[in-house]
Structure formats: C-alpha cells, structure tokens
C-alpha cells in the first residue's frame, strides 16, 4: 500500500453509499475518492456537491466520477451497491436480488488490475463478502465486510446510556450474522475490566443490572435496522461511519479490533462461512481472527448463526 496517496474507489452511490463518501471528507479520511455507479450521471452530481464543500472542510480530498478501470491503483474498493431493503424485508430476503448485481460489479474491478482490499456493506452483507470473495479469488483476509460493527456500536450507546459510562469505556461484542441470529456474548462484556454480569444486583449502582435489561437491550440491538427502517425507510448514518472507521483502520495500518465479517478458517470450530466477529484490522485487510472465550451456550449460538449462513450461501454461485 503506498504511504503517499490513500485512495478508495466507492460503487454505489445510493444513500449508505453517500453517507459513508460525506463522512470520509468530514474526517479526511482519504486522499482521493472515486465514485462509480451503474447512474454516472448520478454520480457526478454526487462528486459535484462533494466538491463543492471542499472549502469548508480540512480535506484536500480530490474526488470524481470515474469507471472501473480507476479502480487498478485503489487502496479500498468499497461495495455499497444493491436494492434496497423493504419495510419487513429481512436481510436475507435480499439474497437473490443482490447476488446478481455483485456479479457485474467484482469481476470488472477484479479486471481492472486491483490488489488492494475490498470492504462490503450491502446486505446480507456476510453473504455479500462471502460472494464477493469467491468472484474475486482474492485471499479471505483481503474481503471483509461491515458485519457487526455498527451492531457493536448500537449495543455500547445502550450499555452506556444505561450503566451510566462513556460507552468507550464499554467493551462488548455482537457477533454472528448481522441480522437476525447475531447475539451479544455477554460472558465477554466489561466496563473497563470489570465484567458486566458481575454487576448484577450490585448496590453501588444507581440502577442495578439485570439479565433482563441486559437481554432487552440485546434485543433492541438485533431489531434496530427494522425500527429505523420502519420510521425513515433506509438507514444510512450509522452504517457510513461505521464504513469510515473500518476505512481508516485500514488506510492508518491500525491493528485495531472492530467486528467485521471475515471468513473462518477454524476459528470457534468453524469454518468456509463469513460472520461477524472481532477481528485485528491493518493494512493487509485481516490480520487475525481474535478468538473470544465463548461459553458453551455462546459458541452454540455463534454454530447456529454460522449454519444460517451457509444454508443461504448454497446454490447461489
């Protein structure tokens, strides 16, 4: 990766898209930003207003419309691309209808020459990666998605909103499919180094902790996308800054831990499936898996996440 020019191509330019492109100017995040779209003109007039807020921020960010051959010396191709999700839609009903659109996407960036890393946000998005790994041939650790990253992030704004605590300090995990099998291994939860379980009942807080709350919250995590969804039609915010924050731990050579979906390789007894769990992020994509130490009860959820996922997997390529 050259230390000089950090350059990510983005396809699609719809709102997830856009979002992620708006927050990677705010926080400067690249160096230079391609935007490809199967509606060019669509995304020259989202590189136009782009450009136009350059005198507003701290970035010299050069950003354009461009086509897939732009995408040969890129760091990042980014894949926001896909239909839509429908108001009671799960992510896996999107399936079908988006395999085919990866299809016309991977194979002419993979053409283009490009050896860089590609990160996918589309849904079902393990599924996506998992595509886009096999169309591409690239190496698992460089074909990452955004699994349950913004899921992670959702599930410390609550714990913090309800222990009290900056949820930086909060350090818990959603793992699984992102979606409706994902679950929070709650054996792994601690503010600080102090595990989470071990608060319940605890007199010094000003609201004792409960399994209960705990599991209300796990729930509310899981069902956010549909409660939004249901109210604003898409989300989009989020999901944008989660993308940035996967960006730029790959672009700064991070070795961060963010919960992305990567392919297991015998990792928690599993293996040939894409899911979300915490990873070591740098700039070769996947450093390592980090693997939790997972109660029984946890690693059979993570199973039955996992097997979800392949029965959904087969048939489609």
């Not at 595509?131 to 990452?144: A, D, K, Q």
């Amino acid at each position: 990766m050259r230390a000089d020019k950090r350059k990510v191509v983005l396809v699609g330019t719809g709102m997830v898209g856009m979002s992620y492109a708006y927050s990677l100017l705010n926080q400067n995040a690249c160096d230079e930003l391609v935007l490809i779209d199967v509606n060019k003109q669509r995304a020259e007039g989202e590189a136009m207003d782009l450009n136009h807020g350059l005198a507003f921020s701290s970035s010299n960010m050069k950003i354009y419309a461009g086509e897939y051959r732009d995408c040969r010396d890129a760091d990042i191709v980014v894949i926001c691309a896909g239909v839509a999700q429908k108001p009671g839609e799960t992510r896996l009903d999107l399936l079908k209808r988006n395999a085919a659109v990866f299809q016309s996407i991977v194979e002419p960036v993979a053409a283009s020459g490009f050896n860089g890393i590609f990160l996918v946000a589309t849904n079902p998005v393990d599924i996506m990666t998992r595509i886009t790994c096999e169309l591409s041939g690239f190496n698992p650790r460089r074909v990452l998605g955004s699994g349950t990253a913004l899921d992670t992030a959702r599930l410390r704004y609550l714990l913090g909103e309800y222990l009290e605590v900056d949820p930086r300090n909060v350090h818990a995990y959603v793992i699984g499919e992102h979606g409706d099998s994902e679950f929070v291994p709650w054996s792994q939860a601690m503010v600080a180094t102090k595990p989470i379980l071990e608060l319940c009942g605890d007199g010094g807080q000003s609201a004792p902790v409960c399994q209960d709350k705990l599991d209300e919250i796990e729930t509310e995590v899981r069902e956010a996308a549909y409660k939004i969804i249901e109210a604003k039609k898409a989300t989009y915010y989020g999901i944008g800054m989660a993308l940035t924050r996967i960006t730029k731990a790959i672009l700064g050579d991070e070795h961060s831990v963010l919960t992305v979906s990567a392919m297991l390789r015998g990792d928690y007894g599993q293996r040939d499936v894409f899911i979300g769990v915490p990873c070591i992020i740098n700039q070769n994509g996947i450093q390592k898996v980090l693997t939790l130490s997972l109660t029984d009860e946890e690693k059979a959820k993570l199973g039955q996440s996992c097997d979800t996922l392949r029965e959904s997997f087969e048939g489609i390529l």
